[in-house]
C-alpha cells in the first residue's frame, strides 16, 4: 500500500487566498484524521471522521476552516480566507476500526500563509 | 483542563547508553498510551502501544512502562544509536473516543 497521500506538499499563498489541503487515507481504514503542527502548539487535532461522517470539529479554529470526505478515499481542508497565522504543517492520519488503535500519518503539507 | 508533557524539549546522549523518555499527564484516565517518532519534515510513526491494564511492553530495543497511578509513561531506547535520533511523542487515547491527544514531543539526539 502507498500509504496516506497528501497534496500538495508545499503551499506558499498570500494572506486572503482559499487554500485546499488534500488526502488519500489508506485502502480500508475508515477513521480520517486532521491535524495541525506548530511549534507553538505542537500537535493538535482538527477533526475526524468515521465513515465519511465528521464525529468531532471541536478542535477545527474557526470557520475560516472546513473539511470534507464526499468518499472513503478522499478528504480536503479548506481554509478561506487564509491568514498569517495558519501557516503550519497539516497532517492527515488514517487508521481502521479494528486493530491496534494505529494512525497513519501522511507526509503531510507544509502551508506558509504570506 | 486535560494536559501532556513530555521532559525537556531536548534530550542529548552519548551512543550505545540508554535514552529514558518521559510522559506525564493530567485530567486524563487513558485506556491506552502510545508513542510515536517523527524525523525532520515527516509525519510520525507508530512504534509502541500500551495499554492501561499493561505495566510493561517491550518491542526489539524499545521498552515502555505505564503507571497510571502516577499518570506517567517511560520510553526507554536501549543500546542508542544516531539513528535513534528524532523527536519521540506520546500520545492518549481513550476507550470511547477514537481520537489521541499528544504530547508536545522530546527531540532525542545520539552523539555518536
Known amino acids: 500500500d502507498a500509504g496516506v497521500i497528501q497534496s500538495p506538499r508545499h503551499e506558499v499563498t498570500e494572506m486572503g487566498q482559499e487554500v485546499t489541503l488534500r488526502c488519500k487515507p489508506i485502502?480500508?481504514?475508515?477513521?480520517l484524521f486532521w491535524y495541525r503542527q506548530t511549534m507553538m502548539r505542537g500537535l493538535e487535532l482538527l477533526i475526524y471522521f468515521n465513515n465519511n461522517v465528521p464525529i468531532d470539529d471541536s478542535g477545527m479554529p474557526e470557520d475560516r476552516f472546513s473539511a470534507k470526505m464526499p468518499n472513503a478515499s478522499f478528504s480536503t481542508l479548506k481554509i478561506q480566507p487564509s491568514e498569517p497565522r495558519d501557516s503550519a504543517v497539516y497532517f492527515c492520519a488514517s487508521r481502521a476500526t479494528s486493530g491496534r488503535e494505529t494512525q497513519y500519518f501522511g507526509p503531510g503539507t507544509r502551508l506558509l500563509v504570506l | 483542563s486535560q494536559k501532556i508533557e513530555q521532559n525537556s524539549e531536548a534530550l542529548n546522549i552519548q551512543e550505545g547508553k540508554t535514552a529514558t523518555l518521559t510522559c506525564n499527564y493530567t485530567n486524563y484516565s487513558p485506556a491506552y498510551l502510545q508513542w510515536y517518532r517523527q524525523d525532520p519534515g515527516r509525519g510520525p510513526v507508530f512504534l509502541l502501544l500500551i495499554r492501561e491494564n499493561e505495566k510493561e511492553k517491550r518491542k526489539e530495543r524499545l521498552k515502555v512502562t505505564f503507571d497510571t497511578t502516577l499518570k506517567q509513561s517511560l520510553f526507554h531506547i536501549t543500546a542508542s544509536q544516531p539513528a535513534d535520533s528524532a523527536t519521540y511523542l506520546c500520545a492518549l487515547g481513550s476507550g470511547s473516543a477514537r481520537q489521541l491527544t499528544f504530547g508536545s514531543g522530546t527531540q532525542l539526539t545520539v552523539l555518536p
Open positions: 485502502s480500508g481504514h475508515d477513521y
